[in-house]
């Protein structure tokens, strides 16, 4: 029997090991929190990583020669650059001039509107008791608000920045990253961790594979429905429709807005019909053609992708809406390879 003294000294060295235990796990937690936003990032980049080096693998078996994997790499993303660069100046430079043409026209009939309104009694009571002064900004408004402008646009461009930086050098060097994260585990769950991140970069393949698909239709059904209802530049409305599409549910919202702009030019008929169409290819899209190509690819609950980019873009903004499903994808496969085969079902 030990001595009451010692009991005394292992009661307190338990508890002060689990008191440290507590600090430490908390001072986890909080540096996750604090860091969640480049988090996101990290994950993001990886994602980028996985897609680049099996595109890059694939251009390799269509050369007749064997490539270096920088060179390999070097060119995908080259090549995605400058089709992101010429893709968006076209964008811009063709929805412009429809832009111009739609907002003279709407000058012309505003002025109409107002030249009709401004012989009514009621109308000019109320230009008289309202003035011009108190209705626009004051200095300093204004200039908060062109502060948080630029600050948004700044911190999203230095986001994209470090993405695609990120994301370049885990494309170069896979296993450089892979090697030093399995260093840090023990020497038990080295190899058990290398299939894990195997089938995790499986997984996000797949995912990436489904969701190109199903934009790649809802792109092309868009396009295809717009030149049928003559609204303008139903090519470009098609190809941003299923670039924005990328963000399951909500990016549908996003591909609809230009298009609505455009044919309000072109009469209410035309504002109809586009939102007949929209709402046909939503529901097609969220209730056939991604369920079908996910199902295919990755299980993932309409549910939880849903909840997922809720929980996400509350606790990681923008990003976390863009990557919460690949991220639910890999969430799943960790809990159903760590938790359940390894530990419920081995029980």
Request: glycine share 4%; hydrophobic share 50%; aromatic share 14%.
């Given at each position: 029997m030990p001595e009451p003294s010692h009991r005394r000294e292992r009661l307190i060295s338990d508890t002060m090991t689990i008191i440290a235990l507590i600090v430490v796990t908390l001072a986890a937690i909080g540096i996750l929190f604090v860091a969640r936003h480049f988090l996101m990032l990290v994950f993001g980049a990886v994602l980028i990583g996985v897609v680049v080096n099996r595109v890059a693998g694939i251009v390799n078996r269509w050369l007749p020669w064997d490539w270096k994997r920088i060179y390999r790499v070097g060119f995908v993303l080259l090549a995605a650059v400058l089709f992101f660069i010429g893709g968006s100046f076209g964008f811009a430079s063709s929805i412009g001039d429809q832009i111009v043409k739609f907002s003279e026209r709407v000058d012309t009939s505003a002025t109409r509107v107002i030249e009709a309104a401004e012989d009514q009694p009621i109308v000019k009571r109320f230009r008289e008791e309202v003035s011009l002064g108190k209705m626009l900004p004051s200095s300093g408004k204004s200039l908060g608000l062109a502060k948080?402008?630029?600050?948004?646009?700044?911190?999203?461009?230095?986001?994209?920045?470090?993405?695609?930086?990120?994301?370049?050098?885990?494309?170069?060097?896979?296993?450089?990253?892979?090697?030093?994260?399995?260093?840090?585990?023990?020497?038990?769950?080295?190899?058990?961790?290398?299939?894990?991140?195997?089938?995790?970069?499986?997984?996000?393949?797949?995912?990436?594979l489904g969701r190109l698909l199903a934009t790649t239709i809802v792109g092309v059904c868009f396009g295809i429905g717009l030149a049928l209802l003559g609204v303008p530049l139903p090519l470009e409305l098609g190809v941003f429709a299923g670039l924005v599409t990328f963000v399951p549910n909500l990016g549908g919202i996003a591909a609809v807005l230009p298009a609505l702009l455009l044919a309000s030019g072109e009469g209410s008929s035309s504002v109809i019909g586009v939102l007949v169409l929209y709402l046909v290819i939503q529901f097609g899209e969220s209730y056939l053609i991604t369920p079908l190509v996910q199902q295919k690819q990755v299980e993932l609950p309409p549910a939880m992708v849903i909840l997922a980019q809720v929980v996400a873009g509350l606790l990681f903004g923008v990003w976390g809406i863009m990557f919460a499903t690949p991220l639910v994808a890999l969430a799943l496969l960790w809990v159903r390879r760590v938790y359940v085969e390894n530990y419920l079902e081995s029980a």
């Open positions: 948080t402008l630029f600050a948004s646009t700044f911190g999203a461009l230095t986001d994209v920045l470090i993405l695609v930086i990120l994301g370049a050098y885990f494309s170069v060097s896979p296993k450089t990253y892979q090697t030093g994260a399995l260093r840090v585990l023990p020497v038990a769950w080295r190899e058990p961790a290398k299939t894990l991140f195997s089938d995790s970069a499986a997984t996000l393949w797949r995912w990436m």
